[in-house]
């Protein structure tokens, strides 16, 4: 290296491989190690790291005991490659240590990462065609992930995952901006590469949908939603969502506003047959009815008798106007209501809509009945300036039109009765179909309205469920698949997971899942990749406790046997009768089962996952005290239940 290099300045890439150099020269960062604790400082964009933190980003929960020395280590590696004529043990100007914290200072010409996020800030802030060549020249940064090659199996360090999060929401700006601007072309190949990172990712693969039919690419557009709806199902077991079915009707859909006005977040657009019932109301130009079923699962098995039971409460007396499918997270509700609304649709010549409400989404991604509306109205022929403003009239107007037609609407995900009721039809013979994971419209119910609980598949439909995935390979290893049956407790989302795995994973047995998930002896990380998924689909019923039940919840698990009877439960959580009842109730809507004997019980599945939660987020002691507590009322409760010893019968005579 001459002279001059020496005294260039050095500059670092995190947008993919970890990589330093001084000039034209690439300076090798060391061991894999030493890459790490260069990219966490690097992703801290100046800010200090502590040696705790880099102790757990290289050993995670079992560092050795000499680890904070090894820190330093290679800490005083890093900064000699890069000031070759630093003396030992000399602090140096490039890796600055402050007590217990290690700082890199780095500037937007420096590293990669900054100039990304600058040029990102000045396209956000700008509009047209300038803005989309920012965000190109943003994108264009980017090589492959974070931090790239760093990675071994799942364990990613959250800053890097939300360094590359920080990407992808760029290219779905980027995306809206260069269709706003018509010269989508700019940021084709990027929305491409982000696309083939996440292909489950559903709004940014809604988003390249929509760039390559403004590129002109409509029949590549159709195949790739093709292609995405049959990963979606193959991955995870799901349709697709609103997202990419607004976009994939935005394709069909010719006569579609192009500012999107009317059409409901999340909505697919297809339209019926005009209405004249008033001025503005008829829209010009619609097809003849609305299909916004989603496409009938590829996998459906069994649910023969539910099929059934369902069928029969439509046929009862008086006229049912809505079923509210409702069961745990991952029983399958969707899928099952899905399926039933294709059995039915022939009934229904008016045509079928459908909403996924998002009720257990966070914040402000729950759809509000107010956006339901509209959108359902703009489907069924209200032009959009002919749309009230208010929500009651809204309704009316709704019901009203639905009082002429028979038509089928799906509503999945819904949070409670109030985000129901005004999606109801009134007179006429629609129908609502609706999932939830909780009890809704227990007390007010209006006629017509009947609940309908799905349960577990039953053990041969739970084979069946992977006989239909695995093919040949399930039949020939019924042991584990019988295995695989009881360590999923037959609930439809784990069965699913567990086949995908198989399938995704070559050389990997039915045998050898079925051992994994006997060692972890009923934990989700039995499930391996999949237990994330798991984990995040049970996650959205917990989110949607009050603290008081979480809480409860969280302390479940630590009683012995799971048959959680009132007293039992108002122990454990410390709580009166009264209390215990009514935060039982509240869990029982979502996570808890309540068979005939009325004691409530938790599936394995759920109890695992709410035992790594108390783990996570209680204290040892108030653990142990509840434990303490329950131990309490088991010993009073035995001593109460005892037999009293009779009174004593003298046999001696009297003299």
């Known amino acids: 290296m001459d002279r001059i290099e020496m005294t260039s300045p050095l500059s670092f890439s995190v947008l993919g491989p970890v990589r330093v150099r ?12 030493q890459r790490l604790i260069l990219a966490l400082l690097l992703v801290r964009a100046g800010g200090a790291v502590s040696v705790a933190e880099l102790v757990e980003l290289l050993w995670e929960a079992a560092p050795p005991p000499s680890a904070v020395n090894v820190v330093h280590r290679h800490v005083g590696m890093l900064r000699r490659r890069f000031e070759p004529g630093l003396p030992r043990r000399a602090a140096g100007s490039v890796l600055i240590r402050d007590g217990a914290e290690y700082r890199l200072p780095v500037t937007e010409e420096s590293l990669d990462l900054l100039r990304f996020r600058r040029l990102v800030g000045r396209a956000a802030a700008g509009a047209g065609e300038p803005a989309v060549e920012l965000y190109r020249d943003a994108l264009a940064l980017w090589r492959d992930r974070c931090v790239s090659g760093l990675h071994t199996g799942d364990r990613v360090h959250p800053e890097f995952v939300a360094v590359d999060r920080e990407r992808f929401t760029a290219v779905r700006a980027a995306t809206d901006a260069a269709l706003r601007a018509g010269c989508v072309h700019l940021v084709l190949p990027a929305i491409r590469l982000a696309a083939a990172f996440e292909p489950l990712d559903e709004a940014l693969q809604a988003r390249l949908l929509l760039a390559l039919a403004a590129d002109g690419r409509r029949a590549e557009a159709l195949a790739a939603y093709a292609e995405v709806t049959q990963r979606l199902a193959d991955g995870l077991g799901i349709q697709p969502g609103s997202d990419l079915r607004a976009a994939r009707e935005r394709l069909l859909g010719p006569d579609t506003p192009p500012d999107g006005s009317g059409s409901g977040r999340g909505f697919a657009t297809a339209g019926v047959r005009r209405r004249s019932a008033g001025p503005g109301l008829s829209f010009p130009g619609r097809v003849e009815s609305p299909a916004q079923l989603p496409a009938d699962h590829p996998y459906f098995t069994g649910r023969r008798a539910a099929v059934a039971a369902a069928e029969q409460l439509l046929a009862a007396e008086p006229p049912t106007t809505a079923l509210l499918v409702g069961g745990m997270p991952g029983v399958g509700k969707t899928t099952f209501a899905v399926h039933l609304a294709h059995r039915l649709a022939a009934r229904y010549p008016d045509g079928q809509l459908h909403a996924d409400l998002r009720g257990f989404d966070s914040g402000d991604s729950v759809m509000t009945p107010g956006e339901a509306l509209r959108g359902f109205l703009w489907s069924l022929g209200v032009a959009p300036p002919a749309i009230p403003a208010e929500l009651p009239a809204q309704a009316a107007l709704y019901r009203d039109i639905l009082a002429e037609r028979r038509v089928l609407i799906l509503l999945d995900n819904c949070r409670d009765w109030e985000q ?43 084979r069946e469920l992977l006989v239909r995935r695995l093919g040949g390979t399930a039949d020939t290893d019924r042991a584990a698949v019988d295995e695989i049956v009881t360590r999923c407790g037959r609930l439809p989302l784990a069965l699913a997971l567990v086949a995908t795995r198989s399938i995704g994973r070559a050389g990997l047995s039915l045998p050898a899942v079925a051992g ?21 689909t049970f996650s959205w019923s917990y989110r949607a406790l009050t603290p008081e039940a979480a809480r409860l919840f969280r302390l479940l698990p630590l009683h012995p046997t799971g048959v959680l009877g009132t007293e039992a439960v108002a122990a454990l959580g410390g709580l009166s009768r009264r209390s215990a009842r009514g935060l039982l109730a509240e869990l029982g809507g979502q996570l808890l089962v309540q068979p005939d004997d009325g004691r409530w019980r938790m599936h394995d599945l759920v109890r695992a996952y709410a035992a790594d939660l108390g783990e996570e987020h209680d204290d040892s002691a108030e653990r142990a005290a509840a434990v303490e507590r329950l131990h309490d009322h088991v010993s009073r409760t035995r001593r109460r239940e005892a037999p009293r010893p009779g009174p004593t019968v003298s046999t001696g005579r009297r003299g």
């Open 420 to 462: 129901v009721r005004h999606l109801l039809p009134g007179t006429g013979g629609s129908l609502v179909i609706a999932t939830s994971r909780r009890r809704i419209a227990d007390g007010a119910r209006p006629s017509g309205v009947r609940p309908f609980h799905l349960d577990l598949l039953t053990d041969a439909e739970s």
């Open 22 to 33: 001084r000039g034209r020269t690439e300076i090798d960062p060391g061991t894999r190690q």
């Open 516 to 536: 994994e998930l006997a060692e972890a002896d009923g934990r989700l990380t039995g499930f391996g990749d999949a237990h994330a998924d798991l984990e995040a």
